[in-house]
């Protein structure tokens, strides 16, 4: 468990809010510190935003990622994960945004850019504006405390980077937009963003000491009845096309536009009116030692594999580096036989590990009982 303090010492650590100047120059330095951030993490080689892997010396996380183009044309997948996020030891932000419409690797790339920047600024600002006691009354209090946090700086930033691309000179968001499935860990704490259909599993060992997977967010289409309700509310539509029953998609009211399979996503500006939000579903988990692993994926794995097959296919990789890779190519091959006739999607994954593989334990215990031996000696 995170201690409140710890939060603290990692904002001053990182940006401070200057007095004196209004709140948009505030946040706009925050934003560009953030930025600057995120530059010296890619350039210390914290941040990975391509297929590869994030392991630190002092941290037992390890990342892995893979994507893969579809038969559609250009990849419209990102991911990102950022090691040592706000300068914390303790920190890794996991990102993964799936792009559609023209403009959909464009719009996910920014999302990618902008998400982890506006939210570390959020999550500053948050902190520097809290009036609960540093030394909070019970470990409860603090994690709902931690939590509540975390969750109003990712409502903050899906509203005010939806807005940043609405209003953006260079990029096309009217009809393109992004999933965005983001989480945070801190410490053994677990925090969750979902907008979208991008999907994010946990792997744990049940009592009987057998892996099994925890979906930690939904799947937000138009047919789950709440989100349907809200659209038909706002006016728009929601309905199947004759040649694809089950699929159900968003229209405007009077328009053949945009038949968006999502009712959340952040973009798609010709449907925010009708019913379509960029609000995320903000969750949170205590890791325990059972947790294992998690994976963040795209559709495109979760089109043709399910909960448990995700879970065997990772758990079963003896090669940690090769983890999201494996699960890639098992989804790819699943897509041949499974959607035979239909163009394969572009299929992403991040698996992020929480504890060193067995042998490393071993290596450390082993380090540890040496280096106390040489003391003695």
């Known amino acids: 468990m995170v201690l409140l303090p710890s939060l603290f010492d990692g904002l001053a650590r990182s940006v401070s809010m200057k007095k004196g100047k ?30 590869g892997t994030v392991n630190s010396n002092k941290s037992n996380d390890f990342a892995s990622i893979c994507s893969k183009k579809g038969q559609k044309g250009t990849n419209q997948d990102s991911a990102i994960v950022w090691e040592k996020f706000g300068c ?5 932000f996991c990102g993964i945004f799936d792009g559609h419409g023209s403009w959909g690797h464009i719009v996910a790339k920014r999302v990618k850019k902008s998400v982890p920047a506006s939210l570390l600024c959020n999550w500053q600002k948050a902190l520097s504006l809290t009036s609960l006691p540093r030394q909070l009354d019970t470990e409860f209090n603090s994690t709902f405390h931690h939590f509540d946090i975390w969750k109003q700086s990712y ?14 000179p ?18 053994g704490h677990l925090v969750i963003a979902n907008v979208g259909d991008s999907r994010a599993v946990l792997a744990t060992t049940s009592d009987d000491g057998k892996l099994v997977p925890l979906q930690l967010t939904v799947d937000f289409k138009p047919n789950i009845p709440e989100e349907a309700e809200r659209i038909l509310q706002c006016n728009g539509r929601v309905f199947c096309l004759r040649d694809e029953p089950g699929v159900y998609r ?11 399979a999502l009712s959340r996503a952040i973009g798609d500006h ?17 890791i325990t030692n059972n947790d294992q692993f998690v994976i963040l994926a795209t559709d495109g794995v979760w089109d043709v594999i399910s909960n448990e097959e995700a879970v065997e296919i990772v758990s079963s ?44 334990q071993v290596n450390f215990v082993k380090a540890s009982a040496l280096a106390k ?4 000696g």
Not at 30 to 51: I, Q, T, V, Y
Not at 155 to 168: F, N, P, Q, R
Not at 180 to 187: C, D, E, R, S
Request: charged share 30%; proline share 3%; net charge neutral.
């Open 155 to 168: 409502l903050k930033t899906y509203a005010d980077v939806d807005l940043e691309l609405k209003h953006h």
């Open 88 to 92: 914390q030891e303790d920190m890794i």
């Open 250 to 260: 968003v229209w405007t009211p009077n328009g053949d536009t945009p038949g968006l």
């Open 373 to 376: 031996m040489a003391k003695l």
């Open 22 to 51: 209004n709140q948009n120059n505030e946040m706009d330095g925050g934003r560009e510190a953030a930025e600057s951030m995120a530059k010296d993490a890619k350039k210390n080689e914290m941040m990975l935003c391509s297929s």
């Open 270 to 286: 010709c449907v925010k009116e009708f019913g379509l939000i960029s609000v995320p579903d903000v969750t949170q988990r205590n």
């Open 317 to 360: 990789t003896e090669d940690r580096e090769k983890s999201a890779k494996k699960l890639v190519q098992c989804a790819m091959r699943a897509w041949k036989y499974k959607k035979r006739g239909i163009a394969m999607d572009d299929i992403s994954a991040i698996c992020l590990f929480f504890h060193p593989k067995l042998s490393q």
């Open 170 to 187: 260079g990029i096309d968001a009217f009809r393109s937009g992004t999933t965005a499935l983001t989480i945070i860990k801190q410490g």
